[in-house]
């Protein structure tokens, strides 16, 4: 296993999105073609047809998309979007023990802002100010990891 970061990040939440197929692409469609990074994507579970969806940006780029958030609120349909500053996000490749990895950060009182799984690689934001004793914890458990 092995863990790279980036240590300033931001998530951001289409809140209320109509859940329907290609609704998420349709959203990283658009960030991209507004010349933003998505890093990562998760999509929440629907409730009365309507989910909440989340990206991970650079920091700089939330500041950006917090100035136009009611616009980009309407050109996706979200009832509101929500810009998350302050965070690091970490990608856990090759994870052989994903429930090793989630305790332990879990026995660290990490509260994860944000996870999205693939395979093999686990993506998690943390707040920014945690990332330090997370790093020094993971190189404790798997010294080769960071």
């Known amino acids: 296993m092995s863990v790279h970061y980036r240590e300033r990040v931001a998530k951001v939440t289409f809140r209320a999105l109509r859940d329907r197929p290609g609704v998420a692409a349709e959203v990283i469609q658009?960030?991209?073609?507004?010349?933003?990074?998505?890093?990562?994507?998760?999509?929440?579970?629907?409730?009365?047809?309507?989910?909440?969806?989340?990206?991970?940006?650079?920091?700089?780029?939330?500041?950006?998309?917090?100035?136009?958030?009611?616009?980009i609120a309407e050109s996706t349909g979200a009832k509101e979007v929500i810009v998350d500053s302050g965070l690091a996000f970490l990608e856990?490749?090759?994870v052989l023990d994903l429930?090793?990895?989630?305790?332990?950060?879990?026995?660290?009182?990490?509260?994860l802002e944000f996870i999205a799984l693939t395979s093999g690689v686990l993506g998690v934001a943390?707040?920014?100010?945690?990332?330090?004793d997370v790093l020094l914890a993971l190189h404790e458990e798997v010294p080769n990891a960071v």
């Open 92 to 94: 856990f490749l090759d």
């Open 30 to 71: 658009l960030l991209r073609q507004e010349g933003y990074t998505v890093l990562a994507a998760s999509f929440d579970s629907s409730v009365g047809g309507r989910a909440d969806f989340s990206v991970i940006v650079y920091e700089s780029e939330g500041v950006d998309i917090r100035k136009r958030r009611e616009e």
């Open 99 to 111: 429930r090793a990895v989630l305790e332990t950060l879990a026995n660290m009182g990490i509260n």
């Open 126 to 132: 943390i707040r920014r100010n945690l990332l330090e």
